[in-house]
Nanobody, 125 residues
């Protein structure tokens, strides 16, 4: 059973940085699948923020985070990171680590097969 455990959320001032981590277990990294991050702000739908393929060669970023967020993975540690810089109040959300299968009709990161429990990021203005 695949498990995704997020960490690194918290309260941060606007303009500062935060790094989220996703520890992946029960899963052998798969050429067909990706790991990524969705987020859900209060009163809004979940949206794909960023994702990365198993080999790290392909990444996706939602337009509002391009140039500010960076996704990376350390396959030796079975961990995926989301480095968030220049944070804005509108980045406030619960961030979920996801494993996706390649089916772009569901989201820019594919079809979400597994969800983590989420970690809350609050950016104060």
């Amino acid at each position: 059973e695949v498990q995704l455990v997020e960490s690194g959320g918290g309260l941060v001032q606007a303009g500062r940085s935060l790094r989220l981590s996703c520890a992946v277990s029960g899963y052998a990294f798969d050429d067909e699948r990706a790991i990524g991050w969705f987020r859900q702000a209060p009163g809004k739908e979940r949206e794909a923020v960023s994702c990365i393929t198993e080999d790290g060669r392909k990444t996706y970023y939602e337009d509002s985070v391009k140039g500010r967020f960076a996704i990376s993975r350390d396959n030796a540690k079975n961990t995926v990171y989301l480095e968030m810089t220049s944070l804005k109040a509108e980045d406030t959300a619960t961030y979920y680590c996801v494993q996706t299968a390649p089916d772009l009709k569901y989201s820019p990161c594919g079809y979400v097969e597994v969800w983590g429990r989420g970690t809350l990021v609050t950016v104060s203005s």
